[in-house]
């Protein structure tokens, strides 16, 4: 079955942006995929798809802010399918918040992953610690 994803990504310092598209070459093979940001997508009219995926850091102890309220927009997603990503710099991440905000619009929730970052992996010199490709193609194994 060719599937359609539709991945939704706010992105300060370009984590979430690069998840996002290790995320949409990851889901190549399983169907046609469509990424945007928060300012690029409409939230009472997205595009029709088996899975959405929506993609934040934490900012503030929160969901950042332009996502929270892309979330809180979103219009006619009831039954649909979702995967969330968080992004933080702490050891607690925020996907319980999301998924708050994603169940009041009758969604379901079919994967959620977080990613710690730091100022720097000493490793690999990116923000990513190890191995979030590897935890990332398991997120994308379950959508």
């Known amino acids: 079955m060719n599937m359609k994803y539709v991945i939704v990504y706010w992105s300060r310092y370009g ?14 093979g399983k169907g046609e995929t469509q990424v945007f940001t928060t300012d690029e997508a409409n939230p009472t009219a997205l595009p029709s798809a088996d899975v959405y995926v929506f993609s934040a850091p934490t900012e503030a102890f929160n969901i950042q802010k332009n996502m929270r309220t892309f979330l809180k927009q979103l219009q006619g997603m009831d039954g649909k399918k979702y995967g969330i990503i968080n992004t933080h710099g702490m050891k607690k991440n925020w996907l319980p918040k999301m998924e708050k905000i994603l169940s009041k619009k009758n969604m379901e929730k079919i994967a959620g992953v ?28 379950k959508l």
């Open 114 to 141: 977080d990613f710690q970052v730091t100022s720097k992996d000493e490793k690999t010199g990116n923000p990513l610690l190890v191995d979030w490709e590897g935890r990332l193609k398991e997120f994308a194994g």
């Open 15 to 28: 984590n979430n942006k690069r998840i996002a598209g290790a995320l949409a070459e990851q889901l190549k």
